[in-house]
């Protein structure tokens, strides 16, 4: 077993961190009621621990005795059929519906509904309502979203859907108005270097107090790839000889790409760099994280004036290849436009 | 072996949620001519419009409760809403269907107006239903006009077709004001036995910005996390704003005219997970209010925040839209000896 999955806190008296959080839910679902939660927060910060545990706290430990299903359902105008997991206990059920593409509104209309419209069977001793947890709210697309409003007012009688997404910013202002939203911020630098020590402790093994500290810098706030990466790292050598982390492949990669940039600016350089991108594409990196990467790593060499533009120019293509289809065109494009403002500015 | 009661667990959104025309908050321009028309015992097709939480799916909830009484509203009124499939096919079987039955008089008399001879058809969230639904449906409100009014609520009255718009009365919600919003405030927390400081409830306004629903959400949500200890504070944190001292550390950053703090001042502000889209929001508070910039500035300024707040509903990475919009604010603070010139900066 994984060492995230192991040491997962199961209730919320035993949350690492953000203790006023564990309180606020505590004492929220004591007061036996409960609005739509809308949870939000970076990844790895622990949001989804945190709603397992509300369940935990509601039902018992029977809530976290999961099943996982393979649903098929019939698309109501069309003869498509759809299919989509749901993992689910007795009193709650979690679907992802970005999983169905385009269709998710169509999952929207119908499964949840369904699911929202019957009541619980035996409502004395299963709790009041059912739960339905939503992930990745964010990636619905805006009929979805917009399916999802009269539904979550109409069966609030016996039925609490919990969302769950990284960012608010693409969630519509009607649905965030309907949920209580929480605000699950990243753990601190000291937070995750007391989980790692915590870990280390009850796996039995000496944590020497730099690598922790190197491992809590390098995960950015993210508790599970911190984890991950003292496991990973236990794995290769033990006992630790150097407190030192190797950068990751492609962090390495696109360092390198950015050392192209700065030693010549010219179209043959600039189809030796694409090449390197498509490799970088090639290995499922996100566009969004390789240009920030990028980014940061030109800022490293770059005078103050010049920040400015190649700050706006990347913000700019990332946009753009957004509402794209092809990355690897914007990255280019990114890489061209940087090559040609420092060329100038040089001269 | 469970701590949840049955009872009390309905929202109070849906709890208070008008039973009656009058009890409608606020619009009143718009409850006055509805009543006219309801007293004739006659309505016209209504199109109801206005931002989230004024008020437009309660209104003509109390009227059908009005006209029909709870056992008449189940046979006479068709709701549907974007959670229905609302396509070209539904319009034309589902809809057309419904509108085409008459009604029995005889047995219309058990509401409060006897003489309401025909059906409603409630379509919410109208705005986001295809263009061609809408041009299908035309034709139909025309021809079944003797027996059935339609009803249409929607966000944004532009994205209902001309043709369709023109057929209806139409009534603005207007975003609820002050005072309104706190009265029916206090008016829950006596119901409910909360006691809190008059700062509360100006914070909820604040943070709600007319909009009923959001304001009765946070003002339940605060009391079943606090209990009676409401405070302006735990208001903010439950709307997911940023407290105000961080937005002055954020601007301070951009005064001291240092990439390296700002990157790093943008990072915790995206690890504490705050909604980017309320950072520029409480940004561009700032930027209206501030001294230090000069006008032609804060206009460059503004039209960046629109771009950026544009980047980010098409789904653009939080953390390099903010840096942009930040350094971009550094700049124009920095720039004060000179006019900003921020031509090259703004693309459409």
Known sequence: MLWIDKYKPTSLDKMDYHNDISINLKNMIKSGDFPHLLVYGPSGAGKKTRILAVLQEIYGPNALKLKIDHRTFKHPTSSKSIQITTISSHYHIEINPGEAGSYDRVVIQTIIKEIAQSPP??????????????????????????????????????CRLILCCDSTAKVIDPIKSRCLGIRVPAPSQDDIEKVLYKVATAEKFDLPAKLAVNVAKQSGGNLRYALMLLESQKAKQYPFQSSELPLLDWENYIGQIVKDCFEEQSPTRLSIVRGKLYELL?????????????????????????????????????????????????????????????????? | MSKLQKKDTEPWVAKYRPKTVDDVSYQEDVISALKKSLNTGNLPHLLFYGPPGTGKTSTILAIAMDIYGPELIKQRVLELNASDER????????????????????????????????????LDEADSMTADAQAALRRTIETT??????????????????????????FRFKPLDTDATIERLKFISLQEGIKCEESVYQAIQTVSDGDMRKAITY?????????????????????GSLPPQLIKQLIDCCKKNSFDRLQAMVQSIISQGYPVSQVI???????????????????????????????????????????????????QLNNNSTSANGDDMIIG
Request: glycine content about 4%; aromatic content about 12%; charged content about 25%.
């Open chain 2, 281 to 331: 929001s409480q940004l561009f508070d700032y930027v209206l209010t501030t001294k230090d910039l000069n006008q032609s500035q804060k206009s460059h300024i503004t039209m960046k925040i629109g771009n950026v707040d544009r980047n980010l509903i098409d789904g653009s990475e939080e953390f390099l839209q903010l840096f942009d919009l930040s350094s971009f604010i550094m700049k």
């Open chain 2, 87 to 122: 396509g070209i096919e539904v319009v034309r079987t589902k809809i057309k269907n419904f509108a085409g039955y008459t009604v029995n008089k005889t047995t219309s008399g058990t509401g409060n107006n006897p003489g309401a001879t025909f059906k409603l058809i409630i």
């Open chain 1, 282 to 347: 090639g290995h499922c990196i996100p566009p969004e994280l390789i240009f920030k990467t990028l980014l940061l790593e030109i800022f490293k060499k770059l005078d103050h004036d010049m920040k400015f533009e190649i700050i706006h120019w990347a913000s700019y293509y990332e946009h753009r290849s957004q509402i794209g289809s092809k990355p690897i065109f914007h990255l280019e494009a990114f890489i061209a436009k940087f090559m040609s403002i420092y060329k100038k500015y040089n001269q």
């Open chain 2, 145 to 170: 006009s003797k027996t059935t009014r339609f009803c249409l609520l929607c966000n944004y009255i532009s994205r209902i077709i001309d043709p369709l718009a023109s057929r209806c009365a139409k």
């Open chain 2, 219 to 239: 003002l339940q949500s605060a009391f079943r996390f606090f209990g009676n200890k409401i405070t302006d504070n735990t208001i903010y944190n439950i709307a």
């Open chain 1, 121 to 158: 069977i035996d409502s004395a001793s299963l709790g009041a309502f059912k739960i339905v947890i939503l992930n990745e709210v964010d990636k619905l697309s805006k009929d979805a979203q917009h399916a999802l409003r009269r539904t979550m007012e109409k069966y609030a009688t016996f």
